[in-house]
DNA sequence: AAAAGTCACGAGAACGTTCTCACATATGAG
DNA sequence: CTCATATGTGAGAACGTTCTCGTGACTTTT
């Protein structure tokens, strides 16, 4: 009734005339307990306004009941609804979620993987921004750290991973606008690491069919993949000055490149968006350029975001599973938590491409 | 180098032949420690993979270096950039995040409060679903827990809190409108929560100029009143058949309510949309419609999301700002935590009108 | 030269829980 | 009747830190 500062177990333990151990069994759910005394000690921890103290629970118990995640920026809205369906299973079970941004930076990664291993999370989320090398992240393994990675792999490091399955969704986009009668199609990609060689290798190997270790890949190179994949089975030869590299994770970045190949004699009749942000920068372009969709351009985008039904025209896009993504991370997470030990799963969630009306029959 | 399972800070202090004591201090930075034991200790430190219990820590000096935060949905673009604000200030500090969405229930505000308290968190960011009974509330100040409000108030707690000037933000809006000419604006608002007496109560009230306790009104109440006091200073008399009730938080609920009006006979001229989920309801009716903007009707929206900007025409709208708001109520936070005792401020962030394509002038 | 700081270190308590153990008592099986 | 098993309780250790205090050694002030 009167929750004044705080009181601990021991406080209730005297004012119910029992002793901690058993105060401690009563409020911790715990051990054997008459139900005379539970009721003593419940009344007593009722009046007291008697909190648990989950630190001092977690100091013993080795167990937080709190889930650390590492989102490249919760304002984006790939991040906001993975980081939704996290928090809908982990609130489910109980756990806490201690949320920290990357900015797809990974000194800024590996900051925050520091400080919520300092406060002892129970596992970790991580949407990794360097697929190459990643030490924080093995070394967590090592520890025993549960973790499980979203979107993107990290070369080397076996351990649970959910990610859209790229390569055969921007596929089917770029089929798609290929089946409407285009063979002039421009990709926005955000393409921001540097590959051995680069975009141009990168190019030639794929064109020539050479094996990839697309796994290893970032989505938005995997993407690409994809649209080269469909030139090939449609048998379209590929114009690099179509493909466009943005060069980082911003929208600012696509809208900057898009002019220049849309007032080129070489523009295509069509574009293929790699993600959301690269979507929002080249609607931004067209926008200024006054370009119509889509009468001048057709356009297919990546992951459906929530203006594109209501847009005029409606915009043809791959609708990651984006929710679910999260929650089966979550899930995974909370199986490896509860000591389950299967070898390390890769679950690659399929994506499906909504029509609307930003393709044009050419 | 070889960060085996976990060493605490008594085996650095056994490897570096030293007391628990002076390990302590080196590695917490606080006392006295001479250059040879500090260089020693951390040398053992460093080659046994030391790394701090936050736990412990945290038990005993009493303070987690830990914000709460309760949400009503972190996938909603206004909850998002809020949040990045709260995250980047807290980053800043050397602060972690433990996030929980509430939906606007209180039952589940209740639980998400009550979790966080558990978890001592050193403070809390509360964005309250209910504005008259808050008992959580209240007794998380009568304990000493620091405490910021966001977007609303709470009716008696005194507590420090940041919201946007709704009043003055949707006065301006409609008045805009006004001065282009248009007669007849309707508004469509989420106005969940039943009013003594209802909306018909309210708007009498409003109209007849009674004075009306508006700060503890739910934002969306707060913009409907200037949406009144804007056709009062015009002169205008108000339609009660123009204010849309939602009557809940969804995209959906204003989708279904706004077909009704825009195809009766005393179909508005304008539309004015009190919050970004409203916007997206009804620019999904209007299209559904076929009703072209700014040709069939003229729009107003209330919060500037990403597409509003090259949504054509651009919608002219209403900007909060909501990362500084974030950041605002974080750095409060901080300084409340930080033992600052002012008396409990109000901060009214100004919003901006942008004016962009989406009115016509009669 | 005595008094009073400052600096350096260790022993052990403290934070608020759960865990281990010892010791009861009751209940059922042989 | 006796042994095992389930049920109930308390004393005290344990979790991994920081904090308090006591004890020196050295330096500065009076």
């Known amino acids: 009734m009167a929750p004044k500062s705080k009181a601990t177990i021991t406080d209730v333990a005297r004012a119910a005339g029992v002793s901690t151990a058993t105060a401690g069994r009563v409020l911790g759910g715990y051990g054997y307990t008459s139900d005379d005394k539970k009721e003593q000690v419940l009344k007593a921890a009722q009046s007291l306004g008697y909190r648990p103290n989950a630190l001092a629970r977690s100091l013993i118990t080795g167990k937080t009941r709190t889930l650390g995640v590492v989102a490249g920026d919760i304002q984006n809205p790939f991040y906001a609804s993975v980081l939704r369906g996290i928090s809908n299973v982990a609130e489910a079970n109980g756990f806490g979620l201690l949320i920290t941004n990357s900015d797809e930076a990974q000194t800024k990664e590996v900051r925050s993987v520091e400080l919520l291993a300092q406060k002892q999370v129970d596992g970790l989320i991580v949407t990794p921004s360097d697929t190459r090398k990643a030490r924080h992240l093995h070394n967590l393994k090592a520890m025993g750290v549960p ?216």
């Open 147 to 362: 973790l499980v990675l979203i979107d993107r792999a990290v070369a080397g490091l076996m351990v649970d991973r959910v990610a859209t399955d790229n390569i055969a969704a921007a596929e089917q986009a770029v089929r798609h606008l290929i089946a409407a009668g285009h063979r002039r199609i421009g990709i926005v990609a955000e393409l921001v690491d540097e590959k051995d060689g680069g975009l141009e290798t990168f190019l030639t190997r794929a064109i020539a069919g050479d094996p990839i270790e697309s796994e290893m890949l970032y989505p938005s190179w995997q993407r690409l993949l994809g649209y080269v994949r469909a030139h090939r089975i449609e048998g379209l030869a590929i114009d690099p000055r179509l493909t466009l590299r943005a060069g980082s994770y911003s929208a600012l970045a696509a809208h900057a490149v898009v002019p220049g190949l849309m007032t080129a004699p070489e523009a295509p009749t069509a574009l293929f968006t790699t993600d959301g942000t690269m979507s929002e920068g080249t609607m931004r372009a067209l926008a200024d350029l006054k370009l119509s969709i889509p009468q001048d351009v057709s356009i297919v985008c990546f992951d459906d975001l929530d203006w594109m039904s209501f847009h005029r025209p409606g915009i043809t896009t791959v609708a990651q599973p984006r929710l679910a993504m999260g929650e089966a991370a979550a899930r995974m997470l909370l199986e490896r938590i509860h000591g389950e030990d299967y070898p390390p799963r890769t679950v690659l969630m399929p994506a499906e491409l909504i029509k609307r009306g930003s393709v044009t029959q050419l």
